[in-house]
């Protein structure tokens, strides 16, 4: 069965310093969304993405986040500059396209450390 | 904007009883779906069930029904012969109806604080 896969699925990162995680979404789907879940919090929406440009964005997405799907396959999630309250489970999702394609896949996560 | 309320932080139900958690949301969309999802402790998010607002029909899957009550905007689950499976953290979560290119939706999820719900043998 076709699945999101996310690596790695621990990153232990200093404050300060820059990360990529990075997302491969199932083949077919043209949505991508990456979100994040503080431990013991909700999954909060960061940002979407379609057709090669952000379609929706929170406020937590602000300048030090940007996404990029470089290949055609990866879908990537950088911060610039890690702050202590980055630390979080990244989780990135994937849907078909279509007004009837209502399910979002995700994948197993990266827990991002920040020290 | 869209707020998801989920009032139980925890639930604990013995094996092969039944549970019921609650999930209330505001918004002034019309046409939605409202989904659950469950987190066990691996951490990755299942989808367990959806419903369509324009559906009056409860959904329904296996051992997984919901109550949905458009007009209270409620949404809850009901998880029949429970199983040590079941053991997870589940979120409820909303999305509006996806209106397509040019639109103003492309799908985001706004989900509530989660319910952890632990199954006892």
Known sequence: EPEVTQTPSHQVTQMGQEVILRCVPISNHLYFYWYRQILGQKVEFLV????NEI???SEIFD???SVERPDGSNFTLKIRSTKLEDSAMYFCASREWGLQSTEAFFGQGTRLTVV | AQTVTQSQPEMSVQEAETVTLSCTYDTSENN???FWYKQPPSRQMIL???QEAYKQQ???ENRFSVNFQKAAKSFSLKISDS???DTAMYFC???KHHRGAGGTSYGKLTFGQGTILTVHP
């Open chain 2, 58 to 60: 409860n959904a329904t």
């Open chain 1, 55 to 57: 379609s929706e964005k």
């Open chain 2, 83 to 85: 199983q040590l499976g």
């Open chain 1, 48 to 51: 979407s993405f379609y057709n």
């Open chain 1, 63 to 65: 300048d030090q986040f």
């Open chain 2, 48 to 50: 367990v069930i959806r």
């Open chain 2, 93 to 95: 979560a909303f999305m």
């Open chain 2, 32 to 34: 939605y779906y409202l």
